[in-house]
């Protein structure tokens, strides 16, 4: 399908903000009236259970579904927000990288079962590595989005990110780009916090998003309830920030497709 937007949202580092973007940023682009497609392809499933599933409501998982052993649309569940669809993660996936290893074609086992597949956008939730998981994450998308922490060491371990990348880019699939770059957990009021900000515009100019997310209590406690942002407290930092950059994506997403 011309324009499909599939993004995979990757670093390495646990902890950066990857699955809290995926699920606000996934909400807000249903809002904003897209046709959207969450793959939790981390074996934690935090962004499975940030949404609020219950283990007995998934009958088949993003294992199934990479692995190919059932119909693709089986896997395929909708959420209570209209307009989004989430493909759930199980921990038998965490298996999935060594059945994977020995295959033939290894990398493309996800782009092949997302080729039929009629979203605006699909947003991949990528584990901590760059094993075969994320490996096929990056084969089968467009774009990839990196959420970075305002912290301390934020760079760190993105110059082997930005090689895995290049790899994937150079070999298997040219089409691949750098969407953006997240700044989460962002305290404006902080030295560190500007500190790190201007290391990330220095690494990565304009790629970096207008739109930062602000470290913000709100967004911490959301998951724990099953909710997004939006069902917490939509009036909150979290929640504004995450409903700004959804709009920049669509708008960087609208000019590069011109
Ligand atoms: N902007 C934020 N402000 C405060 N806490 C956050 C924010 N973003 C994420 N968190 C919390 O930080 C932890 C790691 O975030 P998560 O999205 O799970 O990262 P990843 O998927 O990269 O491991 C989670 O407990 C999450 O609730
Ligand atoms: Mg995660």
């Known amino acids: 399908m011309l324009n499909k937007k599939i993004i995979s ?41 940030g949404i609020g599933v219950t283990k007995q409501d998934i009958e088949y998982s993003s294992y199934d579904f990479i692995m190919g052993s059932v119909d693709v649309n089986k896997c395929i569940y909708s959420t209570r927000k209209e307009g989004l669809s989430i ?67 934020a760079l760190e371990g993105l110059s082997q990110l930005l090689e895995t990348f290049k790899a994937v880019k150079n070999s298997i699939n040219p089409d691949l780009s750098i969407l953006g770059v997240i700044l989460t957990m962002y305290d404006k009021r902080t030295t560190l916090g500007n500190q790190i900000l201007d290391e990330i515009n220095k690494y990565f100019g304009d790629l970096t998003f207008n739109t930062k997310i602000p470290r913000n209590i709100r967004l911490a406690e959301a998951p724990s309830f099953g909710l997004s942002i939006y069902e917490h407290d939509k009036w909150s930092k979290g929640a504004r920030a995450y409903k700004a950059l959804s709009k920049e994506i669509e708008q960087r997403l609208d000019h590069l497709n011109k």
């Open 9 to 49: 949202l990757v670093n390495q580092k646990g902890g950066v903000g990857k699955t809290t973007s995926v699920i606000n940023i996934g909400f807000s682009l249903a809002s904003l009236r897209h046709k959207v497609l969450i793959i939790d392809l981390d074996a934690q499933g935090n962004a499975s259970s």
């Open 87 to 153: 493909i759930y993660a199980s921990s038998n996936l965490s298996g999935a990288e060594i059945e994977l290893v020995n295959s033939k074609n290894r990398e493309f086992f996800l782009k092949e079962r997302l080729e039929n597949l009629n979203y605006d956008y699909i947003l991949i939730d990528c584990p901590p590595s760059l094993g075969l998981l994320t490996v096929n994450a990056l084969t089968a998308s467009n774009y990839i989005i990196i959420p970075v922490q305002a912290e301390y060491y």
